[in-house]
């Protein structure tokens, strides 16, 4: 480990400290824990033969002896044009459960297995909750997911798949949590938004994105952004590398969000809604639907500090992108087309170059959203 002083969790928004062996999921004043700040890895810490995210285990804060993985990571990065915009697109459905949560579940539930944690709990409508489901299972522990009572029936057969019980909540996506946090009482709150760790997993992103650009950060990236996992993840790999010497400057973040949710593009663009309450609705994106992101001020910090953007989505412009990506035989969930629909906006307003070095996450697979392709091209 390279670390000046040891690792461990602190809450950003009072500066108390926690040890990372903690059994708490968040703060004593209930907010979200982030990391220390890490001392990175340079190219020559990174386990070559290993082909997942654990050959940057140097990198993580601790120290796991027996991972508990399932290929998750080494996604392809491929080469587009999209409307003559020539980027990268990272294609994190190349992943266990078909979407980036693996990175963060496989870290988070290896760290808690460390620990002796046998049973979890989790809330997720989706990604999040497979990935828990699949990793749970791997581990040999009990898992418990609740979602919301409206959730896709594929989604809830794939939990189940993996042995999960499945709990379905009436009300809202608060609900939800409300639930599972309650019954954390009993077991654990493995949490893909609260618990530090899984962050710690995301950011095996970062680090593969420069080693796939031959250890070189690009100018831009674009995240399709809900909780911010793949955010901050990017940004403190980025924050590492640089720390490391690996890297000179901070690639900027760019955000994309649903039009018809997207807090996060209001935070950073308050006159937008000028004191108003934003009245959001329901969306095809729906992985990118949180109205309350926990971690929204560490979000708009990496956002703002790398000298990113925000951009706003139309449902029109989702579906069109959805479907004109699948025509180039990229078939993605809804929930990370926007990013690229974002990419030509960003473009448009002449905030990103054409000639620039930009690299666009695609976070989960078109398979998790069969329905929506069917509804676009009917039934048979």
Known sequence: MHHSESPAFVDP???KLLPVDTLAWRSAEGNPLMMTALGGINRAHIRSEVRTIWRYAAALPVTIDAPVSLGEGMTPLVNADIDGISCHLKLEWFAPTGSFKDRG???LISHLRSLGITSVVEDSSGNGGAAIAAYGAAAGMAVGIFVPDYTQPAKIAQLRAYGARVTLVPGTRQDTEAAAIHEAGNTYYASHNWHPMFLQGTKTLGYEIWEDLGFRAPDNIIIPAA?????????IAFRELIASGEIAKMPRIFVTQPENCCPVHHAIHPE???DRTP????????????RNPIRLEEMVAAI?????DSASVKEADIIDMAKSLAMKGFYTEPTSAHAVAGLRQFVEAGQIGRDEETVVILTGS???ATQFYADQFGSP
């Open 304 to 308: 703002r500090g790398t000298g990113g």
């Open 366 to 368: 078109g398979l998790k």
């Open 272 to 274: 937008l809604l000028d």
């Open 227 to 235: 909780a911010g996992s793949n955010v901050l993840g990017c940004h």
């Open 105 to 107: 579940a496989s870290v």
């Open 279 to 290: 009245e959001y609705s329901a969306t095809v994106a729906e992985g990118t639907a949180i």
């Open 13 to 15: 928004r009072t500066g």
